[in-house]
Nanobody, 125 residues
């Protein structure tokens, strides 16, 4: 069974940085694309960033482009999200998502089968 465990969230001032991690287990991590999503109170879960199985291709929501960087270490079965120049509107619970199969993925949350418990990111102004 696939398990995802996020870590690295916290409270940071606007303009600061955080690095999130997502440790994966339960299947061959390197075969699947992965993604980060976030959900603010009262809002729907939204796409943040995605990465292909090899890490050779990445894609981002417009709201984070140029500030966030998604990466992965397949040897460590770990997904990362480096967040720089954080803004108060980045405040949310951040989730990593894994698709059902190697053909799924992208920026739509319904294409992801497995989720971690989330890690809270709070950016103060």
């Amino acid at each position: 069974q696939v398990q995802l465990v996020e870590s690295g969230g916290g409270l940071v001032q606007a303009g600061g940085s955080l690095r999130l991690s997502c440790a994966a287990s339960g299947r061959t991590f390197s075969k699947y694309g992965m993604a980060w999503f976030r959900q603010a109170p009262g809002k729907e879960r939204e796409f943040v960033a995605g990465i292909t199985w090899s890490g050779g291709s990445t894609y981002y929501a417009d709201s984070v482009k140029g500030r966030f960087t998604i990466s992965r270490d397949n040897a460590k079965n770990t997904l990362y999200l480096q967040m720089n120049s954080l803004k108060p509107e980045d405040t949310a619970v951040y989730y990593c998502g894994a698709p059902r199969d190697i053909y799924s993925g992208g920026s739509t949350s319904t294409r992801y089968e497995y989720w971690g418990q989330g890690t809270q990111v709070t950016v103060s102004s």
